[in-house]
């Protein structure tokens, strides 16, 4: 059972968060201007590094707030856990 | 009886009855099954899995690989080892023959869970745990002391010194002071069984059945913000000649028995050892009144020992080795040297050095080396967060072992000379008799055919040979097993490593990691304000989510369908009633309202108007539909947004996802209101009539209130808000209350639709009732790869709006292909046959269409699968059964007769628009 | 036809009160009344948080997971921009409209969550210990002590944890699923026979 440092609650279990895959995938500004393989690289495409990993999580039973954290995919190890947007503290 | 005065922390002033194998045994409390049996001379518990030989005690505690039993009484368990089992009045065991058998009933005893946090965790309460945990007590620190035996003190039998007075004085005044310390949990027959990331470790603690606690075993889920593993080490067998035989025995094992039990195992006893701790043993059981006799595999004796042994008149033989054992079911001689010689003896103790307990250390990724000196594997590398030490580190000497733990505090014991240990895996005989893992059956005959058949790592001989795979995960048997193999490869076994440490360390029950996550515990049951009445009406509820809604309503003698016919027939031709609390539900305020959710709807929002509802879908970004629901423009600046009862969190998520990481910029405040409003729900053609006597102050006439607005009004005193929402067709009115006053507002309504013979009625009613007007149910008629358009509901998809989340995807062509699966009405042409749901719709075959025009038969396979059923009832209304389904082009078929299996029949249907009842939609306002 | 029963609050765990009462000794689990409550969203400029805790009779917590009192209820900070503010003295929509028009000028709102959530209020030697059996965050004194607040889980229920002091606590959870927290809560207070000193 790890712990993820939530910006906001501080360090909780990580059954209270919700993994949101990927992070920095920036929505298109203008989708229509993509052509099809484009559109379905945004869509269907992510990245699978051995090592630090950028990802979403949400702490679900918390504050509720997204974050953007920094993981090492071969030992698990949270590198940084960052607020989104408004969210900063 | 082999017991001995003077000897044990056993309480002789009582005593306990127990059954073993039919025989009635007595022990005293302190004993284990392993020790009373023992006292007895029981020396054989049961055979073995594989080739049914004896087995019996090899160790004294979780390491033993021979002594299972099977718990009978007071509650049956399999393979519980003899020698963990406390002994208790009435306690019913046997010996196994290799495997046990698992209770055929449920364990009602208690079990549960805690969640501790602490600042040092220590695991063991040996010398080294000990001194660990008083340090940090004294530095003011939160500390939890977990140990896996009865009491404290480890292998510390009392003939040692610490500070000058017998250790287990010593051990007394930690103990003594750890009680009185604040912030100090102490906890025996407590096994720390797993570690996991940032400082967690799972501990099972055993009450046992006569302590009175309230939980026969709770997993401690500890915190700790550094552990210390105390753990000891765990001696190691050496490998020789039918050394499976009861009688053959960890050196370590029978002096522990001495000490805690006062058993002495043998009478007669050799003790076969390439380490000097195999030397107190000796003199133990010496003093104890055994012939013992000492032979040393190494060049030669270690000088100090070997003079208190001759001081005692114990022999000692060094240079030579013990090549295997004579006798049945217990050993009789054992054979000595290369020529064999026969020494007559009741007891082998084999001693081929120490294990550091170090499973802890390495379920956290710590690296294990192996390390000459020691003759064994001890931790390699610093671990941030967990300190190893005492003999768990390879550190055995008790002076350095406390100076170790203890640091600046450290109390002092004798210096000792330990001799150089030899590195000896096994003596010379036949590999098919030397077993490497007891437990197992497994010899080193397997193990050189594992490294024959070409396998060179340690873990594919484990899992080839079955070594380590038992009861005791090889505790004993591990890195014998490497040792033996690198021999055979002719490699160092230090390049070989070991196998990995995997928790639990000891077996858990199951009952055990479950702790009260069982019964009515195991999952949240919500339930909406109403419920009491639902049950008081003699609702079926079924599982929504977590929800429990009511289904519907039986009278007596009704089955199901005859329920959900009488709801149905209710709401279309007078008026029901229906808990909607469940809906999800989400205020969306803020001067970019609208913009939120032009942008997660696919049809518009920014143009709805203060006053009114409208229908919208949400799709992903694939295209696919996700959510549905009802939006009501409470302003300019607020939305009532409703979710599907089981998609609420969901799509609560995807809408703060939006606002907080892709665009913050927007001014919208998200919040669940799902609890705190009601929503019930009264359809059908007298529903005007009941919301209207209930809201007398209300105008609702149709020109008044039409159809998808929306009006507050009050009811003594409470706000209450209307709105003209139909999931039926008919005329309806969703009624909105603060969940406070629900259950009274559901009562009022009842009661003034009673001269109408208001109906509550039900999810299942609901149901059929959408389903007669094609409405679909997200997740049940959509499963992810289904858009709005395949729904045949491209009327939401806006063609205004630049963009919205699904918009692109709509434009790739799979979106456009002709044979995407629509959803479509079945009606079975016999008129009578309700399609299970999930049925396959395939082409229709006509077998005799003279005669059977309803049944076709289904041609050989492949039978091209062209979509299926996704909700199937009986209506009320039509007289008939119907099924809504996704059929390929099905919208392009309307008219063909396809077929559906169900048994081993065709059964005709054919494909028709999905709106089935009042197409016209003259209904929905009365 | 019976009397028509005036639209009355009902308590959402009326049905509980018996079995809670019924339990034996400390430490002890009643109901809280029912309070007015608004999620107040409002970005967390220091100036905003001062006028309007000034104008609530209070201040607002400028920390996380903190709660203080204001007049006549409480206000726990839930998140960044986020906080729950209590009223036992106003009525729901009075009280929304109120911190509705004291959020206003400063950019934020207040939506009436009264009867989102009810309250259990745990007191007595113990009651952290109680806790400890389901809720998985450091409950000790010095990382949780009065003043402090924190949304987490109790069992599989989201809930919102109240420090009123070393043996007070209290515990809000959202009202659907305040029936399992009651039972999850019930089953281990029942089961401590005796006092499980440390544990």
Redesign the interface.
């Known amino acids: 059972?790890?712990?993820i440092t939530c910006p906001w609650c501080g360090?909780r279990e990580e059954t209270e968060f919700?993994y949101?895959g990927q992070a920095d995938l920036?929505?298109p500004a203008?989708?229509?201007a993509?052509d099809?393989e484009q559109?379905?690289r945004?869509?269907f495409f992510r990245d699978n590094p051995k090592g630090a990993f950028a990802e979403?999580w949400?702490h679900?039973a918390g504050c509720?707030?997204?974050l953007?954290a920094v993981r090492d995919t071969r030992?698990?190890v949270f590198a940084e856990t960052r607020p989104?947007?408004?969210?900063t503290v | 009886m082999t017991r001995v005065e003077g000897y044990g922390r056993i309480d002789r002033t009582r005593t306990v009855s127990f059954t073993f194998d039919g025989v009635p045994y007595t022990g005293h409390p302190g004993d284990t099954v392993a020790s009373a049996l023992l006292a007895h001379g029981v020396t054989t518990l049961g055979t073995s899995v594989r080739l049914g030989r004896p087995r019996g005690v090899v160790g004294s505690w979780t390491e033993d690989p021979g002594g299972l039993v099977q718990v009978e009484e007071p509650f049956p368990e399999p393979m519980l080892l003899a020698t963990t089992l406390e002994v208790t009045d009435g306690l019913v065991a046997r010996g196994v023959a290799g495997r046990g058998r698992l209770a055929q009933v449920a364990d009602t005893a208690?079990y549960?869970?805690?969640?501790?946090?602490c600042d040092v965790l220590v695991v063991g309460a040996g010398p080294a745990g000990l001194v660990a945990a008083r340090a940090a007590a004294r530095a003011g620190q939160?500390v939890v002391l977990v140990d896996d035996r009865p009491t404290p003190g480890g292998t510390l039998t009392g003939t040692e010194t610490v500070d000058g007075r017998p250790a287990t004085e010593f051990v007394d005044a930690v103990v003594a002071e750890l009680a009185a310390a604040p912030h100090?949990?102490?906890?025996q027959a407590t096994t720390a069984f797993g570690h996991?990331?940032?400082g967690?470790v799972l501990a099972l603690?055993r009450h046992g059945e006569t302590t009175?606690?309230?939980?026969r075993q709770?997993v401690?889920?500890i915190?700790a913000g550094r552990v210390v593993v105390a753990a000891g080490a765990i001696e190691r067998p050496i490998v020789l000649e039918d050394n499976d035989r009861p009688g053959v025995m960890l050196a370590s094992a029978a002096r522990d028995l001495l000490h805690r039990h006062g058993v002495l195992v043998g009478r007669e006893v050799v003790v076969f050892t390439v380490d000097d701790a195999a030397y107190a043993a000796a003199l133990d059981l010496h003093g104890a009144g055994a012939a013992v006799r000492v032979v040393d595999g190494r060049a030669q004796a270690p000088a100090g020992w070997a003079a208190r042994c001759a001081a005692a008149g114990v022999p000692v033989e060094a240079g030579t080795d013990v090549r295997g054992t004579l006798g049945t079911d217990r050993v009789r001689a054992v054979l000595v040297g290369e020529t064999r010689r026969e020494v007559p003896c009741d007891l082998l103790l084999v001693s081929g050095g120490w294990n550091p307990t170090a499973h802890l250390f390495s379920h956290v990724?710590g690296p294990l080396a192996f390390d000459d000196e020691l003759v064994g594997f001890r931790p390699a590398a610093a671990l941030p967060g967990t300190t190893v030490v005492g003999a768990a580190n390879g550190t055995f000497a008790l002076a350095d072992v406390l100076r170790e733990a203890g640091g600046a505090d450290a109390p002092s014991a004798e210096p000792e000379v330990i001799t150089p240990r030899r590195t000896l895996w096994r003596t010379p005989g036949d590999p098919a008799r030397q077993f490497v893992d007891i437990a197992r059956d497994a010899t080193v005959a397997d193990v050189a055919r594992a490294v024959g058949a070409g396998m060179t790592s340690v873990e594919h001989v484990k899992r080839y040979t079955t070594i380590g795979t038992a009861h005791d995960q090889g505790k004993t048997s591990g890195v014998v097993a490497s040792g033996i193999t690198a021999e055979l490869l002719g490699r160092p076994v230090g390049a070989l490593g070991t196998t990995t440490f995997r928790p639990p360390y000891t077996p858990v029950p199951f009952a055990a990691l479950a702790g009260?996550?069982r019964g009515?515990?195991y999952?949240?049951?919500?339930?909406?304000?109403v419920h009491?009445h639902h049950v008081a009406a003699g609702a079926v509820f079924e599982d929504v989510g977590m929800?429990k809604r009511a289904r519907y309503y039986p009278h007596p003698g009704e089955d199901m369908a005859t329920a959900v016919l009488r709801e149905c027939a209710a709401v279309r031709r007078s008026v029901g009633v229906m808990d909607g609390s469940?809906l999800g539900k989400i205020?969306v305020?803020?001067p970019d309202a609208a913009v939120l959710l032009d942008h997660l709807y696919t049809n518009l929002m920014s143009t709805l108007k203060v006053g009114r509802v409208r229908y919208g879908v949400m799709c992903g970004?694939?295209g696919m539909v996700l959510d549905d629901g009802t939006v009501l423009r409470l302003a300019e600046d607020r939305f009532l947004v409703t979710t599907t009862t089981g998609n609420a969190?969901h799509v609560?998520?995807r809408m703060?996802?939006w606002l907080?990481?892709?665009w913050?910029h927007l001014?919208v405040?998200l919040?669940?209101?799902?609890?705190?409003?009601s929503i019930l729900a009264v359809a059908g053609p007298r529903s005007r009539d009941v919301v209207g006597r209930v809201f007398a102050d209300v105008d609702v006439s149709n020109d008044a209130f039409g159809f998808m607005t929306w009006q507050d009004t009050a009811?003594?005193?409470?706000?209450v808000r209307l709105a003209r929402i139909s999931f039926s067709g008919e005329l309806a009115f969703e009624v909105s209350?603060?969940?406070?006053?629900a259950?009274?507002?559901w009562?009022?309504l009842l009661?003034?639709g009673?001269e109408h013979g208001i109906t509550p009625y039900g999810t299942e009613t609901m149901h059929v009732l959408r389903a007669e007007k094609g409405y679909p149910i997200i997740g049940q008629d959509t499963d992810g790869t289904v858009t709005p358009q395949d729904l045949g509901m491209s009327w939401v998809v806006s063609r205004k709006k630049?963009?919205f989340v699904g918009?692109?995807?709509f434009?790739?062509?799979l979106n456009s292909d002709p044979g995407r699966k629509h959803l479509v009405s079945l009606l079975p042409t016999d008129a009578a046959t309700t399609l299970p749901e999930g049925s396959q719709v395939v082409a229709f075959t006509d077998r005799d269409p003279e005669q059977h025009a309803d049944r076709g038969v289904l041609p050989p396979p492949p039978v091209p699968m062209l979509g299926h059923v996704t909700s199937s009832y009986r209506s009320a209304e039509l007289g008939r059964p119907f099924a809504l389904a996704l059929v390929r082009g099905g919208r392009d078929r309307l008219g063909e007769v396809v077929g559906v299996p169900v048994g081993d029949q065709l059964v005709a249907a054919r494909i028709g628009g999905t709106v089935l009842v009042d197409p016209e939609g003259a209904r929905r306002d009365g | 036809?019976?009397a028509?029963?005036?639209?009355?609050?009902?308590?959402?765990l009326e049905?509980r009160r018996a079995a809670l009462e019924a339990l034996p000794g400390e430490p002890t689990i009643t109901l809280d009344p029912?309070v007015s409550a608004v999620?107040l969203?409002v970005d967390p400029e220091p100036a905003t948080l001062a006028a309007l805790g000034a104008a609530l009779g209070g201040t607002l917590p400028h920390t996380a997971d903190a709660w203080t009192a204001i007049a006549d209820g409480q206000a726990l900070r839930l998140g960044p921009?986020e906080w729950l503010l209590t009223s036992a003295a106003a009525t729901?929509?009075a009280w929304e409209d109120r911190v509705d028009a004291l959020a206003a000028p400063h950019?934020g709102?207040a939506?009436?969550?009264?009867?989102?959530?009810v309250g259990l209020r745990l007191r007595g030697p113990g009651v952290r210990?109680l806790l400890?059996?389901?809720?998985?965050?450091?409950?000790?004194p010095a990382?949780f002590g009065r003043g402090r607040c924190a949304q987490t889980l109790l069992?599989?229920?989201a809930v919102l944890l109240v420090a009123h002091g070393d043996d007070d606590l209290a515990v809000l959870v959202?009202?659907?699923?305040a029936?399992?927290v009651v039972?999850?809560l019930v089953?281990?207070a029942g089961?401590?026979?005796?006092r499980?000193a440390?544990?």
């Open positions: 059972m790890q712990l360090p919700r949101g920036a929505y203008d989708p229509s993509l099809d559109w379905a945004f869509l979403r949400c679900d509720r707030r997204w953007r030992t698990y989104y947007g408004r969210s | 208690r549960d869970h805690r969640h501790v946090h939160d100090v949990t102490h906890l996991y990331d940032d967690f603690e009175g606690r309230s939980a709770r401690h889920r915190r990724g009260r996550d009515d515990l999952d949240p049951v919500r339930t909406t304000p009491h929800w469940t205020d305020r803020g970004d694939d969190a609560l998520d703060e996802d907080q990481t892709e913050p001014r405040r919040t669940s209101v799902t609890e705190q409003w009811l003594d005193g409470v706000p209350v603060a969940s406070w006053y259950a009274d507002l009562v009022r009661e003034a009673a630049p963009d918009k692109r995807s434009a790739r062509p | 036809m019976t028509e029963p005036t639209l009355t609050a009902r308590h959402p049905s029912l999620d969203r921009d729901p929509h950019g709102m939506v009436d969550v009264s009867a989102q959530r210990d400890a059996f389901t809720c998985s965050i450091d409950l000790r990382a069992g599989q229920a959202r009202t659907s699923f029936g399992y039972d999850r089953d281990h089961a401590r026979t005796s499980l440390p544990v």
